[in-house]
């Protein structure tokens, strides 16, 4: 009989088979043959363990791979203990004996291996598929068996010897755990094992709807993909300068804030999967903040029909601005890209709402920020037809309306006066009283437009009507000059007075006049022995007061002039009888020739 030396490894693992018989496979240092001395190398011993172990109570467990010999179910015959066999091998039986067999005879046996751990790769994975490939497993493997599990569905794959396997139709951002056992001996071994992603699919839907688009946010909506799951949605924002911001969140909308005004931005969301294993597939847009608001807006320069309108440019980008002046009749648009813009042949006197937009061009078109606005007046035109109507110590100025008015400024101001007055009104004349006679009075009428703007003035001046002076004198005679005096009229006192004196010379046909401001005045060069007839009135602008008159005489220069008249009549002492009537008619022929000249007629 054989001598053999078996050492059993500690981890041992069984299988039971039909026949109730128990299969181990083992590693022995064995010495061939037993009736000698010598050993021989390692070799590996297959031993064969009869039992009557039943099938329903054998514990059921995976192993790795073991060795390449095939499975039996013959049973053992137990009876042939004498029997010698010359090619002896050891098979232990399941009641601890060890009994020899003929080492060519195949037996049921136990695989005994070394727990084989393997890894399962999974790649080219899509929202809808992916490969999969695992390790060889040592021994004679049958094939592979590859369980695929997801909350949502459990599957096996058909049974395949290749060490590869495609899977169709996953849900997209699904979690799947792969099981690869490899069969031995109808029995499946340890499991490879991996778990994987598929690709979350598609959001739906990315919109940046116009009215969530402000300067400086914006809000972002979408729907979940179409199929699959998503765990969380992955939402980066770029700008033009490649600056990436990125925020993950868990419901279908996104607000982002502090961005530029005008600015050009890309928007990426995706459907993502809790350990990112996978990336989702992305969705981009792209949109462009609204521009900011204009400051500073004024209107510089007004007057009665225009316009001038100028502001500072908005924080961030603008492309051009959008510019309406309006009222209740009118309204007028233009775009311009300066930050001035003038508006002509507008209403006089008008209020108008001036409204200043920025804009952006994009290409979906232009893009308008905020509206700023305030309020613009045109000056209201002048009045129409100023005309003056004067008495001696009053004046009434009317005029016509223009188009548009609140009140009408009247004032009143004398020549060289400092003092006015002044008088508001919404009727369409006005009259003052108490003024001085023959006084310059200029008087001036605004209009008064909304919200107090002014027209320019419209101005007219009138004297008032003159009275006369009063106490003309001759101040004084001499061979050749006359002077004359007089007071200031009545109710003309301190003010500037002109006086038109006049003065007639009957013999000679003389006349002459001047003009003064005084309240006398001398003539000289005069004829002597002169009667002069002097005439004295105000003069107010083109009108004069009545006259007042005086006469004075130069002094004479005395000639003696004889005349010799002779008398002849019919009658005896006639021309004595008429000669005081001759003398009355000499004196009275004289006056009337010489009149104006001094003489004294002397009649003998």
Known sequence: MSSVSSHTPHNVSTNTTSANTISISTTASTVIPADTTSTSEVSTTTISLATSIPTSDAPSTTTSPSTSSPCFDDDSDIDDFEEFIEDACLALLSIGMWWERACSEELPYICYDDRFHGVVNVSNITYTSASLSWLEAPGAISGYRVEVKSDLNNWTEALTSNLSSELKNLTAGTKYTV??????????LNPQTTYFYSQPDFIQNLTVPTNEIQETSVTLYWLPPAQGGVDFYHVCLKNTSSDVTCHRVNITKHTFSDLEPGGNYTVEVSAEVADMS?????????????????????????TTSTLQIAWHKPNGYSSSYHVTVRNTSTSVNKTTSST???????????????RVVAQLQTPNGILDGRPVQIEGFTNPNPVNDLSLTVEAHSLTATWGAPGSYENFSVTLQALGADTTAKTITNKTEHKFTDLKAGANYTVTVFVYGIKGRTSAPKSKSMFTLPNKPRNPSIASENKTCISLKWDVPENSEQVTIQYDVKFKANFWNETNKTRTDTTNYTWCNLRSGTTYHFNVSVFAGNQNSEDVTVKGQTDPILRNITLNMLCASNYLRGCRSTQSKIKLAVKDNFSGFLDGIFFNLTIA
């Open 179 to 188: 099981y690869v056992f490899p069969i031995k001996c109808e029995r499946d």
């Open 340 to 354: 001035t813009e003038s508006f002509s042949d507008l209403e006089p006197g008008s209020k108008f709402d001036i």
């Open 278 to 302: 996978i990336p989702g597939r992305r969705f981009n847009q792209t949109f462009y903040t609204k521009p900011s608001i204009v400051t500073d807006l004024e209107v510089t320069e007004i």
